[in-house]
């Protein structure tokens, strides 16, 4: 058979995967020796619109295809979010795509140039975002497949599914990924999941949907940055840079300092740090800010991030959880891992700490 590339590319989040997704992937693989399935938001914790983890979803994908991927014509990766730089997510899908064409194609050192020496497509629907896709990888051609024409996507599947009596849509799964949503409706996970989603959607009835304006601390001191966990709900014991919401009569930059006392008590060896010295530590060139529209469930919620870079000295600096934060500890920036982070804090860090 005549195939229009030696390699497609599909990228998508599938939170869940439905009938939807295996539709396009089929038509695919109609049209490309073998497809790339990179499996997007691999690196997020756990929320309401992020339910499952690469490992579950892959399994999905396992499940729907085992065939497909047992002949090797379906290549399943997980591709990070990097939320503030479309640079380093275009070149995690490249990378991730070079690996396998070399792995598959060139299992014995045979001289190839990654891709170059195979038809790469990028394959997407014209009408739906994919399209922006398509100007991110100019080196690969695209194809454009059909779409299902389905009345659902995965938001209405999570929509009746996060619910006190989960839904399960038996006509948009298939019976493996029916299983497995009944699986995890029995979980702990899916239970503090529904209580976030329960805490989200009264959100916006109680303070509206924004805009809304916080600040957040990027401490560092000696390969360290100072987080709490969160003690309430959203991201109940997710990790967050220490931070809040701006008072009616305060400057955010004072904000962030007031925070950072409340959220972690930090203090040195006189007792707590006051707040001019705190404001002294910050790299005032380092300040960002932060708003990528999806970046909180809550509403649309911007932040603007302070660097505080703290002496280097043996001892770290003294902690204790405060406020509404269940603890404050100190982390070895080389140990954090993007999914222990609430909403786009992993990526702050990345940005601010340049990881």
């Keep these: 058979m005549a195939y229009e590339?030696?390699?497609?590319?599909?990228?998508?989040?599938?939170?869940?995967?439905?009938?939807?997704?295996?539709?396009?992937?089929?038509?695919?693989?109609?049209?490309?020796?073998?497809?790339?399935?990179?499996?997007?938001?691999?690196?997020?914790a756990r929320?309401?619109?992020?339910?499952?983890?690469?490992?579950?979803?892959?399994?999905?994908?396992?499940?729907?295809?085992?065939?497909?991927?047992a002949q090797g014509r379906i290549v399943v990766q997980p591709l990070d979010d990097h939320l503030y730089?479309?640079?380093?997510?275009?070149?995690?899908a490249q990378r991730r795509v070079n690996e396998v064409i070399l792995r598959e194609a060139n299992p014995e050192g045979l001289g190839l140039h990654g891709t170059q020496d195979f038809s790469v497509v990028l394959a997407g629907f014209g009408k739906d975002n994919t399209s922006y896709y398509l100007k991110l990888f100019p080196e690969w051609g695209s194809i454009q497949l059909e779409s299902s024409d389905s009345t659902f996507g995965a938001t209405e599947v999570r929509e009746r599914f996060f619910q006190r009596i989960p839904e399960v849509p038996q006509r948009a799964l298939s019976k493996g990924v029916a299983e497995q949503l009944e699986a995890f409706a029995l979980s702990?996970?899916?239970?503090?999941?529904l209580a976030e989603r329960e805490y989200l959607d009264a959100y916006p009835k109680e303070w509206g949907e924004g805009p809304f304006v916080t600040a957040d601390a990027v401490v560092v001191q000696a390969g360290h940055i100072l987080l709490v966990e969160r003690g309430q709900l959203p991201g109940k014991g997710l990790l967050a840079l220490p931070g809040g919401f701006v008072n009616k009569h305060e400057r955010?930059?004072?904000?962030?300092?007031?925070?950072?006392?409340?959220?972690t008590g930090i203090s040195d060896g006189k007792g707590q740090i006051p707040p001019a010295m705190l404001a002294s530590f910050i790299e005032d060139s380092e300040t960002r800010v932060f708003d990528a529209p999806s970046r909180s469930?809550?509403?649309?919620?911007?932040?603007?991030?302070?660097?505080?870079?703290?002496?280097?000295?043996?001892?770290?600096?003294?902690?204790?959880?405060?406020?509404?934060?269940?603890?404050?500890?100190?982390?070895?920036?080389?140990?954090?891992?993007?999914?222990?982070?609430?909403?786009?804090?992993?990526?702050i860090i990345e940005q601010m700490a340049d990881l």
């Excluded at 730089?85 to 995690?92: F, L, P």
């Excluded at 702990?188 to 999941?193: I, Q, S, T």
């Excluded at 043996?314 to 982390?331: I, N, S, T």
Aim: glycine fraction near 6%; hydrophobic fraction near 40%; avoid cysteine.
């Design 5 to 44: 590339a030696d390699y497609g590319v599909f990228i998508g989040r599938f939170q869940p995967l439905h009938l939807g997704h295996e539709h396009v992937i089929r038509d695919a693989l109609e049209r490309v020796a073998k497809l790339i399935v990179l499996v997007g938001s691999a690196n997020v």
């Design 47 to 69: 929320d309401p619109r992020n339910p499952f983890t690469f490992e579950e979803r892959e399994h999905m994908l396992r499940g729907s295809f085992a065939y497909e991927m």
């Design 85 to 92: 730089s479309d640079t380093a997510w275009v070149a995690e």
């Design 188 to 193: 702990a996970d899916f239970r503090r999941l």
């Design 252 to 263: 955010i930059r004072d904000a962030a300092i007031r925070e950072l006392r409340e959220e």
């Design 297 to 347: 469930l809550r509403g649309r919620i911007i932040t603007h991030a302070f660097l505080f870079r703290l002496p280097e000295r043996r001892e770290l600096a003294q902690v204790k959880g405060g406020d509404d934060a269940a603890h404050a500890q100190w982390y070895r920036l080389g140990e954090l891992r993007p999914e222990q982070m609430f909403e786009d804090h992993w990526s």
